[in-house]
């Protein structure tokens, strides 16, 4: 049975990503939302050729067990991102009406951006949670200012 479009829960897969110096060249914003955009597109068509549960289960450790490796080996740094664009959650109401505000999480240690839409639905929200040191560049990067208006 397929599940439906309005579906959400507690599945989480990982796209992997790998970024190495090829040739010495700093890797632009650009090409880099396109890599991330590549690869999630790449995870969301791979898990729609899944046929069972164990096959998706079997596919999602597969790839787990693969990052944990590389990371405790210190060979990628981890950058987590999570987006909840177009995902209803300004219509949530659990009993005590629909929320003012959708914000990210801060997970100490953990890398993150997380992505939400507005309110009035017509833009997009990043939280961006950093080590110090890393925010301090993402902070300065000419790329981030101008998309940000901060130039």
Not at 41 to 57: I, N, P, Q, T, Y
Not at 85 to 105: H, I, N, T
Request: net charge negative.
């Amino acid at each position: 049975m397929p599940v439906p479009d309005n579906s959400c829960g507690n599945f989480i897969n990982v796209a992997l990503l790998h970024f190495k110096e090829d040739d010495g060249s700093k890797v632009q914003l650009h090409d880099f939302v396109d890599r991330v955009y590549k690869g999630i597109k790449k995870m969301v068509l791979d898990c729609a050729k899944v046929s069972s549960d164990d096959e998706l289960f079997v596919m999602a450790e597969k790839i787990r067990i693969e990052s944990i490796k590389a990371f405790t080996r210190s060979e990628m740094d981890l950058y987590m991102f999570n987006s909840w664009c177009r995902m209803p959650v300004y219509e949530a109401d659990f009993g005590w009406g629909k929320p003012g505000w959708v914000s990210g999480l801060h997970v100490p240690g953990v890398e993150m951006v997380f992505l939400v839409d507005t309110k009035d639905g017509d833009g997009i929200e990043a939280w961006v949670s950093l080590e110090e040191d890393t925010m301090l560049l993402f902070q300065e990067n000419p790329e981030i200012k101008a998309f940000t208006g901060q130039e």
